[in-house]
C-alpha cells in the first residue's frame, strides 16, 4: 500500500477559510485535530463504511460521525425514510404519530423505560434527565465520574474528558463556581470513592449520572462490583440512577449497556436513561426516559420545565426509526460484535508483531484500544489510567493510518466504531494497513 496518495490541498485551504468564519475553523472542538496535531481532513461524501475528504481522498470510517452510523453512510432503507418524510413536511411545531412510534419502539427495546421524552442532541437529554432527577427527588447534589462526558450543560463541564482534555483545562471558562457547587465528581470504577461520597452527602444527592461503558476516555467498562454498589448505594439513599446511553444505547447491544449489566446481575436496572446519537441515526434527535412517575414530573404534567423547538422532528424521527427497525434484524448484533472482535484482535496482532504494547476491548460495534507502556499493562480502568497510555505513539500511529486511508478517531481518549457496512475487505485493508503504521517511529 503506497503512503503516498496526494497531497491534502483542498482540505488545507478550507480549513484556512473555515478558521476566518468559525472559531478554530470547527462546529466541535475534537474535528480540529488538536489532540493529534495537522490539519482536519474536510469531508465531502460518505458511502457505506467509507468517507471521502475534499481532496478525493478514500478514508476506512471508524468514526461513524460519532457512533450514530451503525448501519453505515447512506443505508437505502434510511435514505428512503428519510426522504418521504422530507417530502411530508420538515418540521410542524405540533405532535406527529411518527414520535410516538419512535418512543414506543424505544420502550419495546428498552424495559427500565416507561415513558420518554424527545429532544435534539445529547447534551440537552442528559441537561434534561438531570434537572427532571433534581424536580423529581427535591435535592440538588449530582455524581458525575472524572471521564465521563454527558454533554457540555454548565454543571457537568468539571474535570469532563473528550473535548475539554485537548485543552488541558480542568473546568470551561465562563461557568461560574456557584453553578458546579453541587456536582461532585468521582474515579471511574472506585467503589471506595463512592462509598464515600454517599456516606458524607448520601441524603442530599439527587443522582448519580454514569456512562455504563465509558466511550468519551476510548473504551473503559464499568465493573460489575462497581456498577452493583452504584446500584445499592443509590437505591439505599434514594438518589436516581442515571445511565448516559448516548453512546452506549443501540450500540453496544441491541438493549443497550444496560441489558448487559442486567445479564449479569439479576434484576439490575437504572432509575433513568440517556439515549441519542444511533437513535437518530445520522440526525439530530436524543431522548431521556424514566418510569412513568419520574417522567409525570416533566411539564406539561408537572412542575420541571422542558421544551423544544424542534423537539420530535418528524425527517430526525424518520431516521431513527428506520435505523432501530434496521438494526433489530436477526443476527444483526451477532454479525456486527463480531466484525468488531475481529478488528480488535487483528489490530493486537498486528502491534505484537511489530513489538508494540497495545491491549483492546470492544463490546457490540463499539471498540477501544491503548499503546500501553509495556506488555504487561491491563486494559485501563479509569481516566488517569487512559490519561498514563502512550500518547505519543497514539499520535504517529493515528496519522499514519490516516495517510493509508484509514480514520480512526483524532484523540487517544475517544471509542471507535464499526458499521453493519464494514466487512472483512476494509478488516484487512486495515491489518494491512496497521502492519506497516506501527513500523513507523513513535514521537
Ligand atoms: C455524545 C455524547 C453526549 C452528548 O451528545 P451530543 O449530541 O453531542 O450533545 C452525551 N453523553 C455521551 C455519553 C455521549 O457520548
Not at 333 to 354: H, I, K, M, Q
Request: proline fraction near 6%; charged fraction near 15%.
Amino acid at each position: 500500500m503506497s503512503t503516498d496518495r496526494g497531497g491534502h490541498g483542498a482540505s488545507d485551504a478550507l480549513f484556512a477559510r473555515a478558521q476566518q468564519v468559525i472559531p478554530g475553523g470547527v462546529n466541535s472542538p475534537v474535528r480540529a485535530f488538536r489532540a493529534v496535531g495537522g490539519t482536519p481532513r474536510f469531508i465531502a461524501r460518505a458511502q457505506g463504511p467509507y468517507l471521502w475528504d475534499a481532496d478525493g481522498r478514500r478514508y476506512i470510517d471508524y468514526i461513524g460521525s460519532w457512533g450514530p452510523m451503525i448501519l453505515g453512510h447512506g443505508h437505502p432503507a434510511v435514505l428512503e425514510a428519510v426522504e418521504r418524510a422530507a417530502r411530508g413536511g420538515l418540521s410542524f411545531g405540533a405532535p406527529t404519530e411518527r414520535e410516538v412510534e419512535l418512543a414506543e419502539e424505544i420502550l419495546k427495546l428498552v424495559p427500565s423505560v416507561e415513558q420518554i421524552r424527545l429532544v435534539s442532541s445529547g447534551t440537552e437529554a442528559a441537561m434534561s434527565a438531570i434537572r427532571l432527577a433534581r424536580g423529581a427527588t427535591g435535592r440538588a447534589k449530582l455524581i458525575k465520574f472524572e471521564g465521563c462526558y454527558h454533554g457540555h450543560a454548565d454543571a457537568l463541564l468539571v474535570k469532563a474528558g473528550s473535548g475539554l482534555a485537548t485543552h488541558g483545562h480542568p473546568t470551561s471558562a465562563g461557568v461560574p463556581p456557584e453553578v458546579v457547587q453541587h456536582t461532585i465528581v468521582l474515579e471511574y470504577n472506585n467503589v471506595t470513592q463512592l462509598e464515600e461520597a454517599f456516606a458524607l452527602q448520601g441524603g442530599e444527592i439527587a443522582c448519580v449520572i454514569v456512562e455504563p461503558i465509558a466511550g468519551n476516555m476510548n473504551f473503559v467498562r464499568a465493573t460489575l462490583p462497581f456498577m452493583q454498589r452504584l446500584r445499592e448505594l443509590c437505591s439505599a439513599h434514594g438518589a436516581l440512577l442515571i445511565f448516559d446511553e448516548v453512546m452506549t444505547g443501540f450500540r453496544v447491544a441491541l438493549g443497550g449497556a444496560q441489558s448487559l449489566f442486567a445479564q449479569a446481575l439479576p434484576g439490575f436496572a437504572p432509575d433513568m436513561s440517556v439515549f441519542g446519537k444511533v437513535i437518530g441515526g445520522g440526525m439530530p434527535l436524543a431522548a431521556f426516559g424514566a418510569s412513568r412517575a419520574v417522567m409525570e414530573n416533566l411539564a406539561p404534567l408537572g412542575p420541571v420545565y422542558q421544551a423544544g423547538t424542534l423537539s420530535g422532528n418528524p425527517v430526525a424521527t424518520a431516521c431513527g426509526l428506520a435505523t432501530l427497525r434496521e438494526i433489530q434484524r436477526p443476527g444483526f448484533f451477532d454479525a456486527l460484535a463480531g466484525n468488531t472482535r475481529a478488528l480488535v484482535a487483528g489490530l493486537l496482532a498486528a502491534a505484537r508483531d511489530a513489538g508494540v504494547p497495545m491491549c483492546g476491548d470492544s463490546l457490540g460495534g463499539m471498540f477501544g484500544f491503548f499503546f500501553t507502556r509495556s506488555f504487561e499493562d491491563m486494559l485501563p480502568q479509569n481516566y488517569g489510567e487512559v490519561m498514563a497510555t502512550d500518547k505519543e505513539r497514539f499520535n504517529a500511529f493515528f496519522h499514519a493510518m490516516l495517510e493509508r486511508g484509514v480514520y480512526f478517531a483524532p484523540a487517544l481518549y475517544e471509542a471507535g466504531f464499526v458499521s453493519a457496512a464494514h466487512g472483512p475487505a476494509e478488516l484487512d485493508a486495515t491489518f494491512a494497513a496497521a502492519r506497516e503504521a506501527l513500523q513507523a517511529p513513535a514521537g
